[in-house]
């Protein structure tokens, strides 16, 4: 099953009430951060609603803003921060999520995470 249809198939379940918001991959990946990884901005914001927690972190300590941030996600980025996600947090090896974008050269990411106070 690719990326895309195992995410569609998790919320579908959490729809109908069957699966933990906060579930993780064997990588210790949330399904927030799986929906926050290919841009599915609508299902993040569900995902927020029924509870996700918006500063879990995987096992090379990433949470789903960086990996919004560096996916290029500009509307996931936003919306993640506007569910209170923590802007300055570093993973494993020291990145932050405007760390990944500034690499990136995202620009509509690097001017929200700006304007939210992130630094490098």
Do not use: F, H, P, Q
């Amino acid at each position: 099953m690719n990326l895309l249809a195992d995410i569609v198939s998790k919320v579908k379940d959490l729809i109908e009430g069957e699966v933990d918001v906060n579930v993780r991959d064997k990588d210790g990946k949330t399904t927030l951060m799986l929906a926050a990884g290919v841009g599915d901005v609508d299902r993040v914001i569900m995902l927020l609603a029924k509870g996700a927690d918006v500063n879990a972190k995987d096992e090379a300590g990433e949470n789903a803003l960086m990996i919004a941030a560096n996916r290029g996600s500009a509307s996931c980025v936003k919306a993640l921060i506007a569910a209170g996600s923590k802007i300055n947090v570093k993973d494993k090896d020291g990145w932050t999520a405007m760390k990944w974008a500034s690499m990136k050269s995202y620009e509509d990411v690097i001017e929200l995470l700006d304007a939210a106070g992130a630094v490098d």
